[in-house]
């Protein structure tokens, strides 16, 4: 299959898998919000990586068990959440293929993604970029939204853009990958902390928070001391942003990542800085993360 025709076909999905690039900024007087990668950075290595454009749209994979099929010669890069990756060709030898690495994969020939041994999402990016059309300037997957491609389904065919006129430069990226401990996380007093009692943001400070299975690319639902409010009642609906820790009545916060809704009547008590969103979007359910004020 000529260059014009390059595709990659969905084997399988695993728990979740969806297309994304760097999201819709600037819509939210439309009610939409950015959308986009959980974990931006890592989108933006892997694209790098290939020397696409670093807002070129790519694959999301929640926990590993992604299987694609190539139909024309493609270079791929995996970057985020390390998954166990291997390439079974057309004529049926398999080899392992590394992480943050460019990586061939030729016509025929299927990548499978085992489950990472550590972190939550991995991005796959192709040579040229997923061209699948676009929705408000974006090729993203919102699921709150229910705006850009569906999710993804055995079965899709998702075409490649023609690669770029450059060559990548480099043929593996020696970045720090995810690891499975307590990450700590930059906050700054949010624009509502005087709804809590005097304490409540050393509070969310002082103990670990635990990530509940309810999470997934809206927020994180977390679990630990609550932050009791001195104020009774709701907002009216005000802005809201990535990293943002609303607090409803229970006390216990919720960190919005990529998904999260435009507004929302629930008082911030912080917001995480935004080079720390993308660690958090790499934090499985079950694990703990921590809050700490920055000096920033």
Not at 172 to 199: C, H, I, Q, T
């Amino acid at each position: 299959m000529g260059e014009t025709f390059r595709l990659l076909e969905v084997v399988a999905t695993g728990p979740l898998a969806s297309v994304q690039d760097l999201g819709r900024p600037g819509r939210g007087d439309l009610g939409v919000g950015r959308s986009g990668a959980a974990d931006r950075g890592s989108l933006r290595l892997a694209n790098r990586l290939l020397a696409n454009p670093e807002g070129a749209a790519a694959l999301e994979v929640t926990l590993g068990g992604l299987a694609v099929r190539a139909h024309g010669d493609l270079l791929v890069a995996l970057s985020g959440a390390p998954c166990p990756g291997t390439v079974i060709e057309a004529s049926g030898r398999a080899r392992g293929i590394g992480h943050h690495a460019v990586e061939r994969l030729p016509d025929g020939a299927t990548l499978r993604l085992g489950v990472p041994r550590y972190g939550l999402r991995t991005y796959v990016a192709v040579r040229g970029g997923l061209d699948v059309p676009e929705v408000l300037g974006s090729r993203a997957t919102d699921v709150m939204a229910g705006l850009g491609p569906d999710l993804l389904r055995a079965g899709a065919l998702l075409p490649v853009g023609p690669p770029p006129g450059r060559f990548p430069g480099v043929d593996l990226a020696a970045v720090a990958e995810p690891r499975d401990d307590v990450p700590v996380l930059a906050v700054l007093p949010g624009p509502r902390d005087d709804w809590f009692a005097s304490g409540a943001l050393r509070a969310l400070c002082a103990e670990p928070y635990e990530v509940t299975a309810d999470s997934n690319r809206v927020g994180m639902r977390l679990r630990g001391p609550v932050l009791e409010r001195v104020r009774d009642g709701e907002l009216p609906p005000e802005g809201m942003v990535p990293g943002a820790l609303q607090v409803p009545p229970s006390g216990q916060p919720t960190l919005f990542l990529a998904d999260h809704p435009v507004t929302g009547g629930y008082p911030v008590i912080a917001v995480v800085l935004t080079r720390d969103v993308d660690r958090a979007a790499q934090v499985r359910p079950g694990q703990r993360v921590r809050f700490r004020l920055s000096a920033d």
